[in-house]
């Protein structure tokens, strides 16, 4: 894959100026009463939250690490991000839009900075069960960088405009509030997800949406 060839050094880098937060001070949880636990059964824990947890599973897929945050965010050790083969997976509480979303550009950011390789947010909307990031033998992090900063303010836009055009047309429809936002997040997904799905793969990443009913054979 050709790398990019944006020059970041005269370019906004969208991406670690919208990721920073996620960094916050790790808070990390006892895994022995998880011990033995599978991707299947975290995730399935990760759905049931109101707050965002994270689990790390090393290249053996066996339960390593955990991390607890808040309703927006959790935070995990930067070493963590130099870990070879890790699969990292959080959740995506579903708010009061009751439609948990896929990654922001926060969790992308933090997929590019890493050598994981796979990055999961578990949503916890109806419906919903997975995003997936994967890492190929053909991955070009710096060119999916460059390419998603020079992309990132018509993408961030449009799918900003898109949730409040749909949130406001449901409103004067009368649409009740709550069923308004969770119409017009899952539109303002919707246009994520179709940029991920056509971007990603250019560079070397899968971009995996997965309904409730899957197995978990990767």
């Known amino acids: 894959m050709a790398k990019g060839k944006s020059d970041l050094s005269k370019t906004k880098d969208w991406l670690r100026n919208e990721g920073g937060h996620a960094r916050g001070p790790a808070q990390e949880i006892d895994i022995s009463p998880f011990a033995g636990w599978m991707l299947e059964q975290t995730e399935g824990r990760l759905r049931n939250l109101g ?23 959790v935070g995990f050790p930067m070493d963590l991000l130099s870990q070879d083969g890790l699969t990292v ?13 896929t990654f922001s550009w926060a969790d992308i950011n933090n997929m590019l900075d890493s050598n994981w390789k796979e990055h999961r947010a578990t949503a916890s909307g109806q419906g919903e069960m997975n995003y997936i990031m994967r890492r190929t033998d053909k991955a070009d992090s710096k060119g999916l960088r460059n390419q998603i900063n020079k992309d990132f303010p018509k993408i961030d836009a449009k799918w900003q405009k898109v949730y409040r055009d749909a949130y406001n047309t449901e409103v004067k429809k009368g649409t ?23 971007t990603f793969p250019k560079f070397g990443f899968d971009y995996i949406t997965r309904k409730k009913g899957y197995t978990y054979n990767r």
């Open 51 to 73: 707050h965002e947890e994270l689990f790390v599973f090393d290249e053996n897929d066996k339960l390593i690490a955990a991390y607890k945050g808040d309703k927006d965010s």
């Open 176 to 198: 009740p509030k709550e069923q308004a936002r969770h119409i017009a997040r899952q539109k303002g997904v919707g246009v994520l997800n179709a940029y991920y799905k056509r």
């Open 89 to 101: 997976t959080h959740g995506h509480p579903k708010g009061d839009s009751d439609f948990g979303g």
